[in-house]
């Protein structure tokens, strides 16, 4: 879920060369056990509404397409490029397939998503699988229960394919952290260039997604989480405003920030997982009015929803070269009818550490209570047997980078204590009313644009996450306000992403421009798993 945290360089960064999970670990060797021959179609690039328009017409069967994603991920995930984005594929996916298009032969049908395979990020919870957030103190964690998000997919009509790998314990837990490494699952790879970072927590959601071993995946985010690894995998996501997904049975980081979010190749794929995943929670006490707020919001999406629509302009420090493509981005916009005004941010220094403070308090508590409603089957009930047990495996959980992060949390002092409290108060007046909001006022405009990072770094066992250049998440991610990534080209071959931000439930806003974007510029480009990129095109990064 985590991001960076730019005061500490926290960045999300992944090594090259980490070697993949030990061969006995359960839970990473799951993902080929049901691997077909090849399918008789090409799954890749397939939207949902062109697999479910197959599944209308008889030419393909929710079984055949979740058959194909299991070949596929055994095809590229397990070999070749070796991406290592899934962690496991539900043991009974086929099963379920089958069972839906038993339905559709009876005639019912459940929306839009019915028979469609979803891959779900491994620190959400499902019922066939562990739930490991990529940490062996957790290869256990089997809970036999759907997180409310999951089970509101199933009732959708999905499959749950299977779990996707991560930055283990979604980024939290050290300032050295690589993005895309965990224990359980090794490293997960970019497949635009394999030396590159996936970004993260939620990478193999977003390489899953690039890579057509999924049609859309679940991810989270805290900060950046869900738009980070979309943007630097050339694909859509969502960070939703806090209070309409359901948070019970994720592995958390902080009840402020957390949330689930969608993520796809289009933006009407990423509309329709959301408004699967939109609903009330009597266990988690934000989403009491998310039933409100449930529509279909791929209904209004048009090419034409930008027309006269004015979009404040935000220009953060960057490359030349993303510059230049973000300018291009920005001329698609008008042709596509905004009207664009450029926005200053408020100056807000303290933002980040306030931020940090609250993250370490409540990841303390989080997930403490978490760790509680484990089965026993898992040893570690508590932030300092987890860290415990990782100097006890540090060969295994620790070879790269240690846990700072974790060690600052178990030393706060829990959410009654008045500094926390300021900080909390402080950080979500300062991103939100008196933050987006304020840019929403200064231009009268509808939305915020901004790259949504910089370019894929070089990865590096030795330093760690490389961060340099933009960074969009933090104002959306600290207020609860929503944040949408689309993908706007390459840049030396390397994705890079647009964001769309806006108010608190402003989803269907961005949702439409994004998708108006989206259709005006058809910058998504298809990855072709190349070992690298020309290192000397001006991208940072440590390893030459």
């Known amino acids: 879920m985590l991001k960076l945290l730019p005061a500490l360089a926290l960045a999300i960064g992944a090594p090259q060369d980490v070697p993949p999970p030990p061969q006995d670990a359960s839970v990473s060797t799951a993902a080929a056990a049901q691997a077909p021959a090849p399918q008789p179609f090409d799954i890749t690039e397939m939207s949902v509404a062109q697999l479910q328009a197959g599944m209308a017409d008889g030419s393909l069967t929710s079984e055949a397409i979740t058959r194909a994603y299991i070949a596929r991920i055994a095809e590229i995930d397990r070999q070749g490029p070796t991406l290592r984005s899934v962690i496991a594929v539900s043991p009974d996916a086929i099963a379920q397939a089958r069972l839906l298009d038993e339905e559709r032969a009876m005639g019912r049908t459940r929306g839009p998503l019915h028979g469609i395979p979803v891959l779900v990020k491994d620190n959400i919870e499902t019922r066939e699988l562990p739930t ?192 230049a493509k973000y300018d291009e981005a920005l001329q698609q916009l008008v042709a596509a009818g905004a009207v664009l005004v450029e926005v200053t941010p408020p100056d807000h220094p303290d933002l980040d550490e306030d931020e940090f403070h609250v993250l370490l308090v409540e990841l303390k508590a ?54 926390y409290r300021a900080a909390r108060e402080r950080s979500a007046r300062m991103s939100g009313p008196e933050g987006i909001d304020v840019m929403l006022a200064q231009g009268d405009v509808a939305l915020l644009v901004s790259p949504t990072y910089g370019l894929p770094w070089l990865s590096d066992p030795v330093h760690g996450d490389q961060f340099d250049g933009p960074s969009a998440s933090m104002w959306p991610a600290v207020s609860g306000y929503p944040h949408l990534t689309v993908p706007m080209g390459l840049v030396h071959g390397l994705p890079a992403g647009l964001s769309f931000i806006g108010t608190a439930y402003s989803e269907a806003t961005l949702l439409e421009a994004g998708y108006a974007y989206e259709q005006q510029a058809q910058a998504r480009v298809v990855p072709e798993y190349l070992p690298t990129v020309d290192a000397g095109a001006g991208i940072e990064g440590v390893l030459p």
């Open 366 to 419: 989080d997930l403490d209570a978490y760790l509680a409603t484990t089965p026993s089957t898992v040893t570690t009930r508590t932030l300092a047997e987890v860290m415990a047990f990782n100097e006890d495996n540090a060969e295994a959980e620790m070879p790269y980078f240690a846990q700072e992060i974790f060690a600052m949390a178990a030393d706060t002092r829990g959410l009654d204590d008045e500094g």
């Open 132 to 323: 490991t957030a990529g940490s062996l103190a957790l290869a256990d964690n089997r809970t036999y229960r759907d997180a409310p998000v999951v089970a509101r997919l199933r009732d959708a009509g999905m499959v749950v394919l299977g779990k996707t790998n991560l930055s283990e314990w979604a980024n939290i837990r050290s300032t050295a952290s690589m993005s895309g490494w965990s224990a359980v699952g090794g490293l997960v790879r970019n497949p635009y260039a394999l030396d590159r970072t996936a970004c993260g927590s939620s990478s193999g959601s977003g390489v899953a997604v690039a890579a057509s071993l999924t049609a859309v995946a679940l991810g989270t985010e805290t900060d950046g989480s869900v738009v980070c690894p979309a943007s630097m995998n050339g694909i859509v996501g969502l960070k939703p405003t806090i209070g309409l997904v359901s948070r019970t049975h994720i592995v958390p980081i902080s009840h402020s920030q957390d949330t689930a979010g969608p993520m796809g190749r289009g933006v009407r794929d990423v509309a329709l997982l959301f408004s699967a995943m939109i609903g009330t929670d009597p266990a988690d006490a934000v989403t009491a009015d998310a039933d409100s707020h449930q529509r279909d919001y791929a209904a209004n999406l048009s090419p034409r929803a930008l027309q006269g629509v004015r979009i404040g302009v935000l220009r953060p420090d960057m490359s030349a070269d993303l510059e």
